[in-house]
């Protein structure tokens, strides 16, 4: 009887030790996402600094980024067209504020992140203050290197 309680006792242990690890990883998971979210932030406002995006981006062909202008496909164009045309080569200074707690819901391997947010930047041609506010979805894949960021969507406040 004794050998039998010492057997359940440590089965016990070793599946309480198993279930406090599960519970820390979903944890360590959506930290490690929500520090890709703010890195991405830093990306916009600093898009001048490329290598900044590329800690955030999976940067390869498919990624996406869809937003009112258009839709980049691939990590190239989003370089390109986003972080080059739009924010570094449109904009002298950038402000990118999230105005609600990124929601993260891990999926396996995958993640969907979502919030909202105000812009603010200077134009560069004329010095015009530019005012924006929108809401954005984000999906993040687990690569040998971390969480990385695959596709963004990206629209206006709901119409009233």
């Known amino acids: 009887?004794?050998?039998?309680?010492?057997?359940?006792?440590?089965l016990l242990v070793v599946l309480c030790s198993l279930a406090t690890a599960d519970?820390?990883?979903?944890?360590?998971?959506?930290?490690?996402?929500?520090d890709m979210v703010e890195l991405y932030r830093?990306?916009?406002?600093?898009a001048d600094d490329i290598h900044r995006?590329?800690?955030?981006?999976?940067?390869?062909?498919?990624a996406s980024f869809i937003h009112p202008r258009g839709h980049e496909r691939g990590w190239?164009?989003?370089?390109?067209?986003?972080?080059?045309?739009?924010?570094?080569d449109?904009?002298?200074?950038?402000?990118?504020?999230?105005?609600?707690?990124p929601s993260i819901r891990l999926h396996g391997d995958a993640a969907v992140v979502e919030f909202d947010w105000e812009f603010t930047?200077?134009?560069?041609?004329?010095?015009?203050?530019?005012?924006?506010a929108g809401r954005e979805s984000q999906v993040y894949?687990?690569?040998?290197?971390?969480?990385?960021l695959v596709q963004v969507h990206y629209s206006g406040p709901p119409a009233p």
């Open 141 to 148: 894949f687990r690569t040998p290197r971390g969480w990385k």
């Open 1 to 10: 009887m004794r050998k039998i309680c010492g057997v359940c006792l440590c």
């Open 42 to 46: 830093q990306s916009v406002i600093h």
């Open 121 to 132: 930047a200077t134009r560069r041609r004329d010095g015009n203050i530019r005012h924006t």
């Open 53 to 62: 995006a590329e800690q955030v981006w999976l940067t390869t062909p498919q």
């Open 76 to 88: 190239e164009e989003i370089k390109r067209n986003f972080y080059g045309k739009t924010m570094r």
């Open 90 to 101: 449109t904009f002298s200074r950038r402000a990118l504020q999230l105005t609600t707690a």
């Open 23 to 34: 519970a820390a990883e979903p944890r360590a998971d959506q930290q490690h996402i929500a």
